[in-house]
T-cell receptor, first 113, second 115 residues
Framework: GAVVSQHPSWVICKSGTSVKIECRSL??????MFWYRQFPKQSLMLMAT?????????EQGVEKDKFLINHASLTLSTLTVTSAHPEDSSFYIC?????????FGQGTRLTVV | AQSVSQHNHHVILSEAASLELGCNYS??????LFWYVQYPGQHLQLLLK??????LVKGIKGFEAEFIKSKFSFNLRKPSVQWSDTAEYFC?????????????FGAGTRLFVKA
């Protein structure tokens, strides 16, 4: 299957700082990418849909000013957690849409201290 | 709104027991169906998927799932579980290509297999 790479795999940051997470489709172009969040012992919750060259569409309850999404090219989408706080600590996962299905990255574990 | 419902949040089985995890979805359009497994501390792994054709799908590690369109169900089965199957299992529905293959996940079923 197609490969989706997330970077970094894990990150620890201080409260109040911003963190950028990258999601790349390595061997295919993805017009659409999705960002998910998984709290401990919970399921993956869709945060936003990212379309190349346009503004992201956020799910209800997700703060667009806090979770900035940029999809500048067909192979890269970035999620920036701005002014991170401990409650933002979570596992963030992206997926990229191929021709017939979406492929998932391996996730980024964010810990805010 | 689209949703995915997994019937059991926790399942405890002894080794060699048979497993069936229920999954129902609500969406009237074209869907692709998936089961993912997440071992403790690890990322998601795809167990199997259904797009079309034979509604009985075989996946990795001896798992299979059956799509019953009339019941909007996609139950996961394994004839004989092993201790190493202890993990969390997520049923997922990917909406058709008009939705960019947006994937909706069920709440997950945590399986514990006793040795």
């Amino acid at each position: 299957g197609a490969v989706v790479s997330q970077h970094p795999s894990w990150v620890i940051c201080k409260s109040g700082t911003s963190v950028k997470i990258e999601c790349r489709s390595l061997d295919f172009q993805a017009t659409t990418m999705f960002w998910y969040r998984q709290f401990p012992k919970q399921s993956l919750m869709l945060m936003a849909t990212s379309n190349e060259g346009s503004k992201a569409t956020y799910e209800q309850g997700v703060e667009k000013d806090k979770f900035l999404i940029n999809h500048a090219s067909l192979t890269l989408s970035t999620l920036t957690v701005t002014s991170a706080h401990p409650e933002d600590s979570s596992f963030y996962i992206c997926s990229a849409s191929g021709e017939a299905e979406a492929f998932f990255g391996q996730g980024t574990r964010l810990t805010v201290v | 709104a689209q949703s995915v419902s997994q019937h059991n949040h926790h399942v405890i089985l002894s080794e060699a027991a048979s497993l069936e995890l229920g999954c129902n979805y609500s969406y009237g359009g074209t869907v692709n169906l998936f089961w993912y497994v997440q071992y403790p501390g690890q990322h998601l792994q795809l167990l199997l998927k259904y797009f079309s054709g034979d509604p009985l799908v075989k996946g990795i590690k001896g798992f299979e799932a059956e799509f019953i369109k009339s019941k909007f169900s996609f139950n996961l089965r394994k004839p004989s579980v092993q201790w190493s199957d202890t993990a969390e299992y997520f049923c997922a529905v990917s909406l058709g290509n008009t939705g960019g293959f947006k994937t909706i996940f069920g709440a997950g079923t945590r399986l514990f297999v006793k040795a």
